[in-house]
């Protein structure tokens, strides 16, 4: 049900431009999932992500676990029709919360214990019962539980993550029950590049069918980043999806692909599309400055969105200033279709041999607009 296929790596980067099928359709790769983390993408309809060009999206297992519950979502045959959702879906494991609820959970080498971020239940959450409530989930991509270490952690801690991780990695391997469902390692590390190496070398001895590069963009500097991108990338499997968590910056996607990444997700354009600001060839936008309050000029002039083909800068901003809900939703909208046309040029110029030349253009005028 799965295959993954390079179309084109780009002669000048490690840039690859791919098909990953799937049994909801076919992914081209590079790809950006918008974040639709309670099966929901916020403020848009699956009609309008697939308009902007979203060919796959991201829920969370430890969300919809605790609303409305995975054997609700079951009954209704699985995410895709619960939300429907006709394409792709990857579920996040509920690893990335081991990280971000640190306050309000317990972790051992058997299993990781949260305490409801709304009403303060309890939640057990082990390698097992994270494939479990994926799998009535029914997503097509499905990811291992991992501790993803928080930057600054010393060598041991960080060291300790990455065995935990590769325990749980393997444990995951051997819950999984469903055939028509990837399931996709998570390599951690920090910014060491022997830890990365033990992470992944341990990863690819059990063996999976694509790969995520976990535990950046949690606060370390870009340079570091792609430093550590430089030295993972390469131990992964060229034939597998490479899928890079949480990274959601257009430069650092841009740089990501250029060193071998071919999927991603973030929240960052509809967090930030809900909070007046946009991201346009011209550079960031923030909609409530002043300045636009009589702009009659598009928001992008080269986007073929609905925000930016039929509203000004001025209507814009005068919803965000009234407090009107039509703004988060365009804006946001605007901030997907700008990804998935970031991520289609990229694919473009691997396809072409000019990513080089591409990359060289677009951090230009980035930085001038900066």
């Not at 098909?19 to 918008?34: E, L, S």
């Not at 830890?195 to 606060?219: D, H, M, N, T």
């Not at 400055?289 to 598009?298: C, G």
């Not at 990804?339 to 691997?350: K, N």
Request: proline share 6%; with cysteine.
């Amino acid at each position: 049900m799965f295959s993954f296929q390079l179309d084109a790596v780009d002669p000048g980067t490690s840039g690859r431009a791919g098909r990953w099928q799937t049994p909801h359709g076919t992914v081209q790769t590079p790809a950006f999932m918008p974040v639709g983390t309670l099966a929901t993408v916020k403020g848009l309809l699956p009609e309008q992500l697939r308009a902007a060009g979203a060919q796959m999206v991201l829920a969370n297992t430890y969300h919809l676990a605790l609303r409305p519950g995975e054997k609700t979502v079951a009954e209704h045959g699985g995410l895709h029709r619960f939300m429907d959702w006709d394409g792709p879906i990857l579920t996040d494991s509920g690893g990335f919360q081991v990280f971000s609820l640190a306050s309000m959970r317990k972790l051992n080498d058997d299993r990781v214990v949260f305490r409801s971020h709304i009403d303060g239940a309890l939640l057990e959450l082990t390698p097992e019962r994270a494939v479990e409530i994926q799998e009535s989930l029914g997503a097509d991509c499905i990811m291992c539980l991992d501790e993803c270490p928080a930057s600054g952690e010393s060598v041991q801690k960080i060291l300790q993550a990455v065995d935990r991780t590769t325990r749980w990695a393997e444990r995951c391997r051997e819950a999984q029950r469903r055939t028509d469902q990837a399931l996709f390692a998570i390599v951690q590390g920090g910014l060491h590049a022997e830890l990365r190496g033990r992470s992944a070398e341990g990863l690819l001895k059990i063996g999976f069918p694509g790969y995520a590069v976990g535990g950046l963009s949690v606060g370390e500097p870009p340079a570091q980043m792609y430093a550590t991108l430089d030295c993972t990338v390469p131990l992964l499997p060229a034939d597998r999806p490479r899928y890079l968590m949480g990274v959601g910056r257009p430069e650092d996607i841009l740089e990501a692909v250029c060193r071998g990444i071919d999927m991603f997700d973030c929240v960052m354009p509809t967090r930030n599309g809900r909070n007046a600001m946009v991201f346009t060839s011209q550079g960031p936008v923030r909609l409530r400055n002043a300045v636009h309050a009589k702009d009659q000029s598009p928001l992008d002039p080269e986007c073929a969105c609905v925000a930016c083909q039929r509203y000004t800068r001025s209507y814009l901003r005068h919803l965000f200033v009234a407090g009107e809900m039509l703004g988060p939703i365009l804006a946001s909208l605007h901030n997907i279709t700008y990804y998935q046309t970031l991520v289609r040029q990229i694919r473009q110029a691997v396809m072409s041999g000019t990513l080089q030349q591409f990359r060289a253009a677009q951090l230009a005028r980035w930085g001038s607009a900066h």
